[in-house]
């Protein structure tokens, strides 16, 4: 084994560390959206693990945006992303600091910028989760990693709009990953479709976020309601009741 790859610190594995601990069993689901009605009607289903806003997002939704972040950690028991918009690294700290004062479900959000690492060393060295977001290549990744972000957020569908195949992307940072025993999950982000959840699922992704409409996609296919119409229609030549025998 080379002296690099001995280095302290990284450990040579088939697997990452994120993978053997229990919790990650299984991919997890993070709606892309600061829409609180949306956020309340997915969380009935609970299989939404966490949530990923932006300022975009933040932007589209009426009220203050602070309490509507502090109102999404009440809803969903998980990580919580809230973005710094500060482009200085002096800027992001404090804004992260504040972001993470809210509620102990953010997560500070920080672009991969020159600056964005430097504020995510100091606030990971202070404890608090960082999100690496606008990720679009592997050394990106790596370096996001090396600062201490808790998680990476390779965008997909903004590489796939210009003819870049951000599944790639993905599978890319897996690959790196799996080697070193970085605690720093991939969270594909920007996924616009079931497909796009599909791969991301199939290359072992930690997470995925998606918009609502991705989501609800997710659930639904043509032969499940075809099939519980044609259950149901047979059912009711029957006249049969299950709830009067559960009484019993
Ligand atoms: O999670 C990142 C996401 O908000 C970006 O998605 O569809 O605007 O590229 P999109």
């Not at 990476?152 to 070193?180: K, N, W």
Request: hydrophobic share 45%.
């Amino acid at each position: 084994m080379s002296a690099r790859l001995a280095a302290p610190g990284y450990h040579l594995k088939g697997v990452r560390r994120g993978r053997a601990s229990p919790e990650a069993g299984i991919m997890k689901i993070f709606l892309d959206t600061a829409s609180l009605a949306e956020i309340r009607e997915a969380a009935t289903l609970g299989v939404v693990d966490g949530i990923t806003t932006n300022p975009s997002l933040l932007a589209k939704e009426k009220g203050d945006p602070e309490e509507i972040l502090v109102e999404i950690c009440k809803t969903i028991d998980g990580p919580i992303s809230g973005e710094v918009v500060a482009t200085d690294a002096e800027g992001m700290v404090r804004e992260g600091r504040h972001l993470a004062s809210l509620h102990k479900n953010i997560v500070v959000k920080c672009p991969c910028t020159t600056e964005g690492l430097k504020a995510t060393k100091v606030l990971t060295a202070e404890g608090k989760r960082v999100n690496m977001t606008l990720i679009f290549s592997a050394p990106q990744a790596l370096l996001a990693a090396k600062a201490g972000a808790r998680f990476v957020s390779p965008f997909v569908g903004r590489l796939d709009d210009i003819a870049t195949p951000g599944m790639e992307l993905v599978s890319d940072i897996i690959q790196i990953f799996d080697h070193y025993d970085f605690d720093c999950e991939v969270l594909a982000a920007s996924l616009r479709g079931p497909m796009h959840v599909l791969e991301a699922a199939r290359m072992g992704a930690d997470i995925g976020t998606m918009p609502t409409s991705v989501f609800q996609a997710l659930v639904k296919h043509p032969l499940t309601d075809i099939g519980l119409k044609k259950f149901l229609d047979d059912w009711e030549k029957t006249k049969a009741t299950l709830v009067a025998k559960a009484a019993r």
